[in-house]
């Protein structure tokens, strides 16, 4: 049990050898449209899974569809597990190696509030938090380690040259859908 268990909103990465690569962008925009109309109806009433956020009718742009993943690194497979409905600022901090990378001050400034305000803590206590995941991310300046199936060279991983594959692990919505357009594409990876 740790320290920051009791924090409704989390910050996470995703591993640097599987940066864009979802589903969202395999499957194409016409599928992942219906997908989101699904996830959104599903969920009564459409409001953001951490916080509660519930935007105006024509606001809906704000809730997003989050990719829920876990990660295969010797098969090179990111296993979709769920697919949450969470807003835009509960979702910066779900991709927050990204958002560090891309955000304004003044936005990392309104997270950070953000933040504060769903977890009700401190900005001190935010502080703490993210310096202890850089920590436990890579203890005593180690590099991140990671085993790779040995066909790969390090070159190959570097440029991205490495073939991501899909498994869809979870109840998603249309799961065989998604599954037949992984399989055309030939980047389904099936698990026995
Ligand atoms: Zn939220
Ligand atoms: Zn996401």
Redesign the pocket.
């Known amino acids: 049990m740790d320290k920051y268990d009791h924090f409704k909103l989390k910050i996470d990465a995703k591993p640097s050898l599987f940066h864009k690569q979802t589903v969202r962008k395999a499957v194409g925009v016409a599928l992942w449209g219906k997908i989101r109309k699904e996830v959104l109806q599903n969920c009564e009433p459409t409001s953001c899974s951490i916080c509660g956020y519930q935007p105006h009718n024509d606001q809906t742009h704000r809730l997003?569809v989050?990719?829920k993943e876990e990660y295969d690194f010797e098969n090179i497979v990111v296993k979709l597990t769920d697919l949450d409905l969470i807003c835009v600022n509960c979702?910066a901090f779900?991709?927050f190696g990204f958002t560090q990378l891309k955000a304004s001050k003044e936005k990392m400034k309104e997270l950070k509030q953000h933040f504060i305000t769903v977890n009700k803590c401190t900005i001190d206590e935010f502080e703490e938090y993210r310096k202890s995941l850089i920590f436990k991310r890579r203890p005593q300046g180690q590099k991140e380690v990671v085993k790779i199936n040995s066909e790969l060279s390090f070159q190959d991983i570097l440029f991205g040259n490495c073939k991501v594959r899909y498994a869809i692990a979870g109840n998603i919505p249309l799961k065989e859908l998604i599954i037949e357009r992984l399989k055309q594409k030939g980047v389904y990876y099936e698990y026995n």
Do not use: L, R, V
């Open positions: 997003h989050h990719e979702h779900h991709h």
